[in-house]
């Protein structure tokens, strides 16, 4: 588990990260839908828990927005918006503050969905994003 903060545009924000980058569910893990909200203490927080992002991602404050990057510097959520994550497997320390590990990193159409940018009716959205 670490803190880490972002490169040169946009104040740095500290995220909590721990989530193993390459190790996902294969299919049947939960997941919930709602809205990405700035944490103080984690940078980011979704179900009413501090979000832990996989290794690599890094904050930045944008405006009054906090943006998550990948480990390319890619822009993957803005707090504000509504997004469907789905749980990754995690290290024990995810528990021990009620983290919710998100499974940004795996590359299953359902498993981090942009729900504010998805087109309505379209899968997986309509399925998720309820």
């Known amino acids: 588990m670490s ?6 545009f946009g104040e740095p924000v500290a995220l909590l990260t721990g989530v193993y980058p390459d190790m996902c569910y294969a299919g049947g893990e939960t997941g919930a839908t709602g809205p990405l909200v700035i944490d103080p203490t984690y940078g980011t927080s979704f179900d009413g828990r501090p979000v832990m992002w ?5 904050g930045r404050r944008v405006g009054g927005q906090v943006e998550v990057l990948d480990a390319q510097g890619n822009v993957k959520a803005t707090t504000g918006r509504t997004y469907h994550i789905s749980i990754a497997p995690a290290p024990e320390s995810a528990s021990s503050i009620n983290a919710f590990p998100a499974a940004a990193n795996c590359g299953y159409a359902w498993d981090f969905i942009d729900c504010t940018a998805a087109l309505p009716g379209s899968y997986p959205a309509d399925t998720y994003c309820r």
């Open 3 to 8: 803190l880490a903060g972002c490169g040169p």
């Open 54 to 58: 996989p290794v690599g991602f890094t």
